[in-house]
């Protein structure tokens, strides 16, 4: 059975790094992209990137270029989605899923970024 | 990018009625050395993660119900619930994974009339 299963919920300050991580299992980790997805309160989901695990090749929306860092440890099955400085605007709930469509979700990480 | 509209924001349907979401590309997702839409629908339940609906325009998704189905091409495409459950209550969103970066429609919501 294929899963993704994403750490825990996050409250940070702006200003901290956080790293957020999605393990797969079930499947051939290193024969799929992997990505993640944005979606604010109340708002709807936007894709933000995605890598491949076989060579680390990343892609990612424009929009949020310089604003993150996804990157993998393949010898743990896990992905990683990065700030390194938090901002209020990311508060968000976001996703990891397994390209291409998106077949296979991640529960979902809310990072709530609040002083 | 590839702009995604989708009509209407919300819809309202008695149960076992007919519900339609549209969605309109700003440009064409059909690639030509294939011939396939690289479009795709997902629902999105309160609390819970997206899932996967239909790919390629009009292919169900493994244990989908038939209910689903999904048609079009090229810019124009909707997806039809033939007959509206209770556990259809949703928000609903196209995606076209034609060209990067991959976006989705602004999200339609089906409630129960």
């Known amino acids: 059975e294929v899963q993704l299963v994403q750490s825990g919920a996050e409250v940070k300050k702006p200003g901290e790094s956080l790293k957020i991580s999605c393990e797969a299992s079930?499947?051939?980790?290193?024969?799929?992209?992997i990505g993640w997805v944005r979606q604010m309160p109340g708002k709807g989901l936007e894709w933000m990137g995605m890598?491949?695990?076989?060579?680390?090749?990343?892609k990612y929306n424009p929009s949020f270029q310089g604003r993150v860092t996804i990157s993998v440890d393949k010898s743990i099955s896990t992905a990683f989605l990065q700030w390194s400085s938090l901002q209020a605007s990311d508060t968000a709930m976001y996703y990891c899923?397994?390209?291409?469509?998106?077949?296979?979700w991640g529960q979902g990480t809310l990072v709530t970024v609040s002083s | 990018d590839i702009v995604m509209t989708q009509s209407p924001d919300s819809l309202a349907v008695s149960l076992g009625e007919r519900a339609t979401i549209n969605c309109k590309s700003s440009q064409s997702v059909l690639h030509r050395f294939n011939n396939q839409n690289y479009l795709a629908w997902y629902q999105h339940k309160v609390g819970q993660s997206p899932k996967l609906l239909i790919y390629?325009?009009?292919t169900r998704e493994s244990g989908v119900p038939d209910r689903f189905s999904g048609i079009g091409s090229g810019t124009d495409f909707s997806l039809t619930i033939s007959s509206l459950q209770a556990e259809d209550v949703a928000v609903y969103y196209c995606?076209?994974?034609?060209?990067?970066?991959?976006?989705f429609g602004q999200g339609t919501k089906v409630e129960i009339k």
């Open positions: 890598i491949f695990p076989d060579d680390s090749e990343t």
């Open positions: 079930g499947y051939g980790f290193t024969n799929y992209w």
């Open positions: 390629w325009a009009s």
């Open positions: 995606q076209q994974y034609f060209s990067i970066p991959w976006t």
């Open positions: 899923a397994r390209h291409q469509p998106f077949d296979y």
